[in-house]
């Protein structure tokens, strides 16, 4: 089988936020400047889309000083991280702004400069910046002035590139506007300056932007809490609010943090953090969550979790975290584009010493082609377009319900062909219920009910709760039974209405020597269909059987049959319970293979000899009894995770509600941020291909290539956007 991919592990250490760290131009910058400083880059770890750096223990003891002081010699800033912090506004950002803004404001300076001393000249000489008696020396400065605030963020990062002689787009970029500028071409020295500082500008506002997707989860919860105590109540921060304390939520308020009503109903919108459409009802003992709005009810709640661990920041660290566990084909850009620029680099100084040398070429008009190609070679929108897809896909899915680990992750359901999961509480909703009753010795079912009423009026078994529940649904009153006894393994027993009943198993039933074989058939019929029967009767006769069933979730049929539409070519059932029922729910809902009366390791067992046979295989659990086998796969899905913390630690992807149908939602999801991944690589690709083909016939010019080049940045950053969107209605599962 393929090897499953492996997480890569948060790394422990010191974190700085490094403001300008936007792509993987700066983290080799990085390396470079800190890596001497912590004794070699093996003790440094990045995450580009948070902006962090993390100085791992291996590293021993430096002082934050002189990390921040490396940081600084490359002409970014760094800061110590804090955990659970608002991102700063990255005064940077402003800085690209305004130099990006004035060499826009000098380019076109120029140009005006440019016509007003050009009279009597074609609308092509001028675009063609024909000068018979060369450039005045008002135009001059105005270019050489956009050329100088267009490289204000570039010079430094090329200097560390030289210095490591690692040619990366900041050196491509300074030699080519240095080559113009040589052979007198303002200019496009000016216009290439520009572009390339739109080009980076463009860079951050994307990153900042897919950054933003993840931080804005963070508004999802208020930062203030009404608390409530023996002095009466009051507004205190939720960071500080102590466990156990009770606070108010009124109509319409997001609620601060995890905990469990004590007073008052309402119904939550929980869509913030699990994508359910329609409220949930809440009354008293029922679990609420940071983030979710209050209906209109007044609650009291009792906090359950510090501000720092509730279920909401646990899913915010998640997704913050998720970007260091990189998908495959994120690795692959990255080691492209590693090659791919100093190759370019050798190519462009063939282009300018080949054709002169061979073939008569002149040596200016060559020189200038070479420079175009070193343009060209600008890798940004081949390197910036895989991360913000990836972080948006992230971001779009945990908005959705859906906690994607990472990176690694988000590809993978794409390619599923197989998936393993549980019957009870996956395609059953895990509560048992009453099926059928079957009144015996000319009893009515009314009669039947309350006598099976009376006997479990107190007790809190799932199955006498599915009969009171079943009772109340038929409007049938049950007084509780006098005498109750529990008859351990056996059954219960107790006086009603001055008789003694039992109630209990066919096993019971005899033992009591009452068994009688037309029951005897009836209860094997209900058994084989997968029902659990239960049996009441007296010292006389049997007065009627209750068959109860966990039953069939209604949606799980056409959720199997959007699976296998999905392209899932083999769903296994993998369950502990009996073969009848189990295959009772596998005819119903279109399971293709049953495995059941499994012991956890014979669960593993069978995902091991599904791996064999597909080459990607998923296990749904519930993320904590499920582990062993959740592991064996590819990759593991729990489903209802929201409250649950092992169930969010324990899988590769969480279901935060236990909705099924978001499943083939994941699947469409990842083959929807894949497709895109795809096009912006082609799409990138695709523009250099012919600028390097317009390059070889002599027509291509530099400031058209820098320009196709920040075209090309833009279409690919928007387009991965598009996946901050949940997109069409199939999407919405």
């Known amino acids: 089988m393929p090897e499953a991919p492996t997480a890569a592990q948060k790394a422990s250490g010191r974190s700085f936020r490094v403001f300008g760290m936007d792509c993987a131009e700066e983290v080799a910058t990085l390396k470079t400047a800190v890596g001497p400083v912590v004794g070699g880059d093996r003790h440094l770890a990045f995450d580009v889309l948070n902006g962090r750096m993390t100085i791992l223990d291996s590293a021993g003891s430096v002082r934050d000083a002189a990390i921040v002081s490396a940081v600084a010699a490359t002409g970014l800033k760094a800061e110590p991280w804090q955990e659970g912090a608002p991102p700063a506004k990255d005064a940077r950002l402003g800085e690209q702004k305004l130099f990006t803004a004035l060499s826009g404001i000098f380019l076109l300076a120029g140009f005006a400069v440019h016509v007003v001393t050009s009279p009597g000249q074609s609308f092509l000489e001028i675009m063609g910046f024909h000068h018979p008696a060369g450039a005045p020396l008002a135009e001059q400065a105005a270019l050489l002035l956009s050329v100088i605030t267009g490289a204000r963020f570039v010079a430094i990062k090329a200097w560390y590139s030289l210095k490591r002689l690692s040619p990366d787009m900041n050196l491509l970029m300074m030699v080519a506007v240095a080559g113009a500028l040589i052979i007198g071409e303002w200019f496009e020295a000016a216009t290439v300056a520009f572009l390339f500082a739109l080009s980076l500008l463009l860079e951050s506002w994307s990153v900042g932007r897919a950054r933003n997707a993840v931080s804005t989860l963070l508004d999802l919860a208020p930062p203030v809490v009404r608390v409530k105590d023996a002095n009466g109540e009051r507004e205190m921060k939720a960071a500080e609010v102590a466990v156990g304390s009770r606070f108010i939520v009124r109509g319409g308020d997001r609620i601060a943090l995890d905990g469990r009503i004590v007073s008052g109903a309402s119904a939550v919108n929980q869509a913030p953090i699990t994508g359910e459409s329609i409220p949930v009802s809440k009354e008293i003992g029922d679990e609420v969550f940071a983030g979710t709005i209050n209906g209109d009810g007044l609650l009291e709640v009792e906090s359950a979790k510090a501000a720092t661990d509730t279920t909401l920041a646990r899913i915010i660290r998640m997704v913050s975290d998720a970007h260091s566990r990189r998908a495959a084909v994120e690795q692959w850009v990255e080691r492209f584009a590693r090659v791919y620029t100093p190759a370019v680099m050798v190519l462009a100084l063939l282009v300018f010493v080949v054709p002169p040398l061979l073939f008569g070429g002149t040596w200016e008009a060559w020189f200038y082609n070479a420079l175009v190609l070193l343009v060209i070679a600008c890798p940004c929108a081949l390197v910036i377009s895989t991360p913000v897809s990836i972080v948006a896909a992230l971001a779009s899915a945990a908005r959705n319900g859906v906690l994607i680990k990472g990176g690694t992750f988000i590809e993978l359901p794409a390619k599923l062909t197989a998936l393993a999961m549980d019957k009870t509480g996956t395609l059953t909703k895990g509560e048992p219920q009453v099926t059928r009753v079957i ?41 509780a039974a006098e005498d109750v006894k529990l008859l351990p393994g056996k059954g219960v027993q107790g006086s009603f209405n001055g008789k003694t009943y039992w109630l209990g198993s066919w096993r019971y039933v005899v033992e009591r020597g009452q068994a009688d074989d037309a029951v005897a058939a009836q209860i094997a019929e209900l058994e084989n269909a997968g029902a659990t029967t239960v049996i009441i009767g007296n010292d006389e006769h049997l007065c009627g059987i209750i068959a109860l069933a966990d039953t069939i979730r209604p949606e799980a049929k056409a959720i199997l049959s959007a699976l296998h539409a999905e392209g899932v070519k083999e769903v296994v059932m993998l369950t502990g319970d009996n073969r009848a029922a189990a295959n009772a729910v596998a005819q119903a809902v279109g399971i293709d293979t049953v495995r059941a009366e499994l012991l956890p390791e014979q669960k593993v067992e069978a995902i091991d000899a599904l791996t064999k046979r597909h080459a990607m295989v998923a296990m749904i659990g519930d993320g904590v009894n499920d582990a062993p086998a959740m592991a064996r796969a590819h990759f593991g899905i729990a489903m209802g995770a929201i409250g649950s913390d092992a169930a969010i630690e324990t899988a590769d992807i969480a279901l935060m509600t236990d909705d099924l149908s978001k499943v083939p939602w994941l699947i469409r999801h990842s083959r929807r941020a894949m497709s895109i991944i795809r096009q912006n690589i082609v799409f990138a690709l695709g523009v250099k291909a012919l600028f390097v083909a317009l390059t070889a016939l002599g027509i291509a010019t530099m400031w058209g290539a820098i320009a196709a080049d920040v075209g090309a940045s833009l279409l690919v950053v928007g387009n991965a956007l598009r996946l901050l969107n949940a997109g069409d209605k199939r999407m919405q599962g």
Not at 456 to 473: D, G, I, K
């Open 439 to 479: 009144p015996l010795s000319g009893h009515s079912e009314e009669e039947l009910l309350q006598r099976a009423g009376a006997l479990e009026a107190r007790s809190s078994h799932p199955l006498a709760q599915a009969v009171t529940q079943y009772l109340a649904s038929k409007k049938v009153k049950a007084v």
